[in-house]
């Protein structure tokens, strides 16, 4: 067996280390600016599976590898600061968040703390969670598919030290199932691709080949060195530069910073780059705190966006970035460094670890105690009540809607004939097919009863999160369903379409702009089944989008000062979604095609619409960032839609 000192320290790697977390905060802080930066997590799994796999086989080549000592140096690499934050975010939410703000929080501790999160982060992924930049501690997903692969990578290396060959053929056995995992989900199931510890371990796992293959040095001579160096930072800063999240992540994608990251560390300390850019002095020191800084940035830009109800300005993400940094170097002098490399008992390490659970545990009571709403007085029911709203009554969206709702979720096509979406109640009436998205399918509220009431038929196909009419969606079964719904309404010809979505919501997932905008799709498609007989089209417009959800906004900008809510506000008001009601209906619609604004219904100088009435507990416009009400869906029924349907 090659005699390979991996016990020996690796500046360079320190520096790798400072590059992958400045790109993941650069990106969190600036998205548009440092699109791919989340790359960074890639490089992470790299360098860790190649320097934790390092002392693993140090330790097995001199037969002193111990899985107590392994786990006890885990513990004190990953628990202090981790433990700290959880602490500092329990008490921070206490004073600041509202009560499903910390209902949500507490979950979230619970999992960091049992190491889980990433599949707690899974299970919530759905078309009406929360979003992502307003989960504090939505950064631990990383942490927890590190852990859970170190479970299991010291036995698959322990148990290979009998059988070499067996050992290297199951490794990559492994790591190439991982890989193909995660090429095939990324395209049926992007949530598991990115959170589900199978489609990620085959990143730790070449950072642990790599440290297997590793030839002696004196192998190389030092100009080899430098072009695997280069072209491993080169492929690392491409990867930030050229990625952006509405790619299919991970995916075939991840080999770039992956491959990247594996070239700069094979590359060693002597390459030319590592020694003069990786291993200088300030990007050591970001490389030394780069673990508690990826723990501090991300709640403290998530906590500012909460607060603020809106994404920060950027004199406030610069802010938190730096607060960040100081955090995580006060976290590394008093807290990891002293638990990492003191001289401690097992009493130290044992304390730290209650003090985890107990952590755990609170987060897990904070969570069964609905975010602990005795934290606010008894005489502030109203402000309670909306700032824990839920619209769904504790359901899930598939039971709310009932099993043979119109409204798909995960369906496909077929589920419109089981459910008789397009079955006439009433021969010889006239027929108004409304299609959209999962807007539609809350405006047919208000539709259905309207319509059943004046005996007019109605064919509903919504579907989410499908763009409505689009022939060149990513996803199979949208296009799917988009074609069953196109050829339907083409034979049946129905009296009124009615198209309603969140069409800004597509520009942004799709590959619409290529092709000049998922508008400019919509529009051609509408004019093709004009052409193709359908006698009366409405378009109805974007709906003004509250930057959080409106419950939450009235509750913290208005009910917490004790302050009236307003009839109208543009307070959390995205102007991106004003701005596609301008695009809109800059286009020509002519007799047969109608385009009803909402922005001029539900806004004008004093803002856009809050309520429609003083119960604010029912008659908010929107129950989240979008979806109607069922008081918001009779509004605009009542006061634009129903006029132009059929009676």
């Known amino acids: 067996m090659v005699d390979r000192d991996h016990h020996e320290y690796r500046p360079d790697i320190d520096g790798l280390r400072a590059v992958a977390v400045l790109a993941v905060v650069g990106f969190h802080a ?61 008490v921070v939410g206490w004073f600041t968040l509202l009560p499903n703000e910390y209902k949500q929080l507490g979950k979230h501790i619970a999992a960091g703390a049992g190491f889980v999160p990433n599949f707690v982060f899974w299970r919530e992924t759905g078309y009406f969670d929360a979003a992502s930049d307003i989960k504090p501690l939505l950064h631990l997903w990383s942490l927890g598919i590190e852990e859970q692969f170190y479970l299991l990578w010291p036995l698959l290396l322990w148990a290979g030290t009998k059988r070499r060959n067996s050992f290297l053929l199951i490794t990559v056995f492994v790591a190439l ?107 050591r020191w970001f490389g030394l705190i780069s673990y508690p800084l990826y723990l501090w940035h991300w709640p403290l830009l998530s906590l500012a966006r909460i607060l603020e109800g809106h994404r920060p300005e950027p004199v406030v993400r610069v802010a938190a970035v730096l607060f960040s940094t100081l955090l995580a170097w006060l976290t590394f002098r008093f807290a990891e460094r002293p638990i990492r490399y003191g001289n401690i008992g097992i009493r130290t390490l044992s304390l730290v670890c209650l003090l ?47 099993s043979n709702s119109c409204f798909l979720l ?35 509220q208000a539709i259905r009863p309207f319509l059943r009431a004046h005996r007019v ?17 990513k996803s199979k079964r949208c296009s799917e ?45 509408l004019l093709n089944l004009k052409h193709a007989g359908v006698p009366k089209i409405i378009v109805i417009g974007q709906i003004p989008v509250w930057d959080d959800g409106l419950p939450q906004l009235v509750a913290r900008k208005f009910l917490a000062d004790g302050r009236v809510v307003p009839l109208r506000t543009y307070v959390g008001v995205t102007s991106a979604s004003l701005d596609w009601d301008t695009t809109m209906r800059s286009r020509q619609y002519d007799s047969r095609m109608v385009y009803l604004s909402l922005k001029d219904l ?16 029912h008659d908010l416009i929107v129950f ?24």
């Not at 803002?607 to 604010?616: S, T």
């Open 410 to 444: 995960h369906e496909d096509f077929r589920a419109f004939e089981t459910r008789k979406c397009a079955e006439p109640q009433f021969p010889g009436r006239p027929v108004v097919s409304l299609v959209g998205d999962s807007h539609a399918a809350y405006l047919s």
């Open 30 to 90: 600036f998205p548009y600016w440092v699109r791919g930066g989340f790359v960074g997590v890639d490089v992470f799994f790299v360098i860790s599976g190649y320097l934790i796999s390092a002392n693993i086989f140090a330790a097995l080549d001199s037969n002193r590898f111990s899985f107590v000592e392994f786990y006890a140096r885990r513990i004190k690499r990953i628990f202090p600061g981790l433990v700290l934050l959880l602490i500092v975010v329990t």
């Open 481 to 525: 369903l988009n074609n069953y719904v196109l050829q339907n309404i083409q034979t049946t010809k129905p009296d009124v379409l009615v198209i309603f979505a969140n069409y800004m919501m597509y520009d942004n997932i799709g590959d619409y702009r290529d092709k000049g905008g998922y508008e400019k799709i919509l529009a051609q498609q």
């Open 177 to 283: 199932t991982s890989f193909a995992v995660n090429v095939v989900t990324v395209h049926t199931d992007t949530a598991a691709a990115f959170y589900s510890p199978i489609s990620r371990f085959w990143e730790l796992m070449i950072g642990g080949l790599l440290s297997y293959f590793k030839p002696p040095k004196a192998s190389l001579t030092r100009p080899s060195l430098n072009w695997p160096s280069i072209c491993g930072v080169l492929l690392i800063g491409i990867s930030v530069v050229s990625m952006n999240r509405e790619m299919p992540l991970p995916g075939w994608l991840a080999l770039l910073p992956t491959a990247g990251a594996c070239l700069a560390i094979g590359a060693g300390p002597d390459a030319w780059l590592n020694r003069n850019f990786l291993s200088n002095s300030l990007v």
């Open 457 to 473: 038929n109605l064919e509903q196909f919504t579907m989410a999160p499908c763009a409505p009419l689009s022939v060149v969606e």
């Open 356 to 402: 985890m659970a107990m952590t755990g545990l609170a987060g897990y009571a904070i969570y069964k105690d609905n975010g602990v709403e005795s934290r606010f007085s008894s005489n502030r029911k109203e402000f309670v009540a909306l700032s824990r709203y839920d619209y769904f009554g504790g359901q899930t969206e598939e039971s709310f809607w009932g």
């Open 624 to 647: 989240d960032r979008g979806h109607l009400t069922t008081s918001g869906a009779a509004y605009v029924l009542d006061n634009a839609l129903g006029p132009l349907l059929p009676r």
């Open 602 to 617: 539900l806004c004008n100088r004093e803002g856009c619409l809050v309520r429609v009435g003083d119960d604010l507990e």
